[in-house]
T-cell receptor
């Protein structure tokens, strides 16, 4: 299982774009990159998933370079409610077990 | 609300007591997972069901822990003779159970049950 490395914490201000980068040097061919968001006292919430290049949904964008050894979660124009822990995971296409690291604690200030 | 539900949301118990948590997955989801999360850490995998069959148990799941999913719908997680080290958030997740192919079987988490063992 590929290990991921991401910053422990990040600070931002309302209205800014936030980019959280995750390293996964040992990613395998059949692995997907998945991001979850977790608020205090709640379960993780799926945000976005991708395999290569760029994926965008109503919440975020995920940028994956050609070598797939890293990925960047981009949150446009964050608000106070985006304050949460963000987890980057690498998951095989037939995996059933999610391996979470400690995540990135994002604090959005007014 | 058609998401994953868990009950109770909070449980306070004394050391040595037994506790049971319930998880109701999203309807028609074949796979159900239990995770445990302690303060400041990400969730850790405990066990996984495909329908009613328990297919894997983590080494974190000692003999005092037992999970069931009798009819392939809801699941229960029981902890016997609780210890203070069992204090954590217990999370349940479910997924459709896609059998290979492109894409990953997205897991949807419930709100968790926070257990405090005094």
């Amino acid at each position: 299982l590929a290990k991921t490395t991401q910053p422990i914490s990040m600070d931002s201000y309302e209205g800014q774009e936030v980019n959280i980068t995750c390293s996964h040097n040992n990613i395998a061919t059949n692995d997907y990159i998945t991001w979850y968001q977790q608020f205090p006292s709640q379960g993780p919430r799926f945000i976005i998933q991708g395999y290569k290049t760029k994926v965008t949904n109503e919440v975020a964008s995920l940028f994956i370079p050609a070598d797939r050894k890293s990925s960047t979660l981009s949150l446009p124009r964050v608000s106070l409610s985006d304050t949460a822990v963000y987890y980057c995971l690498v998951v095989g296409d037939s995996s059933y077990k999610l391996i979470f690291g400690s995540g990135t604690r994002l604090l959005v200030r007014p | 609300d058609t998401g994953v539900s868990q009950n109770p949301r909070h449980k306070i118990t004394k050391r040595g007591q037994n506790v049971t948590f319930r998880c109701d997955p999203i309807s028609e989801h074949n796979r159900l997972y239990w995770y445990r999360q302690t303060l400041g850490q990400g969730p850790e995998f405990l066990t996984y069901f495909q329908n009613e069959a328990q297919l894997e148990k983590s080494r974190l799941l000692s003999d005092r822990f037992s999970a069931e999913r009798p009819k392939g719908s809801f699941s229960t997680l029981e902890i016997q003779r609780t210890e203070q080290g069992d204090s954590a958030m217990y999370l349940c997740a479910s997924s459709l159970g896609l059998a290979g192919g492109p894409g990953v079987d997205t897991q949807y988490f419930g709100p968790g049950t926070r257990l405090t063992v005094l």
